[in-house]
Nanobody
Framework: QVQLVESGGGLVQAGGSLRLSCAAS????????MGWFRQAPGKEREFVAA????????SYADSVKGRFTISRDNAKNTVYLQMNSLKPEDTAVYYC????????????????????WGQGTQVTVSS
């Protein structure tokens, strides 16, 4: 079992920044690839970013590339999402997720590839 708890969401003006954190339980955090997804009202959950077990490989959605940065600290069992130059269209509930499939060779970009999820944290960007 993996428990994930997100924090760091809030209300910010367009152009501002936020850093989301996701704390994971368990002693095998470094065995999981981690991802961030978001879901806006009336829309499907969409991929934002992912990071490999070691942190050496990352992947981003085109919509956030160059503005968001995913990172992880395996000693603290935590993954982060630094969000800069925020836009109103970034408004959503943000979820972190863990991919515990040790056989997967690439970073997952689909929600179905992740088997543990946090409860989500709301990010609202005002114009």
């Amino acid at each position: 079992q993996v428990q994930l708890v997100e924090s760091g969401g809030g209300l910010v003006q367009a152009g501002g920044s936020l850093r989301l954190s996701c704390a994971a339980s368990g002693r095998t955090f470094s065995s999981y690839s981690m991802g961030w997804f978001r879901q806006a009202p009336g829309k499907e959950r969409e991929f934002v970013a992912a990071i490999s077990r070691s942190g050496g490989s990352t992947s981003y959605a085109d919509s956030v590339k160059g503005r968001f940065t995913i990172s992880r600290d395996n000693a603290k069992n935590t993954v982060y999402l630094q969000m800069n130059s925020l836009k109103p269209e970034d408004t959503a509930v943000y979820y972190c997720a863990a991919d515990t499939n040790l056989m997967r060779r690439r970073l997952g970009v689909r929600a179905i590839e992740y088997d543990y999820w946090g409860q989500g944290t709301q990010v609202t960007v005002s114009s």
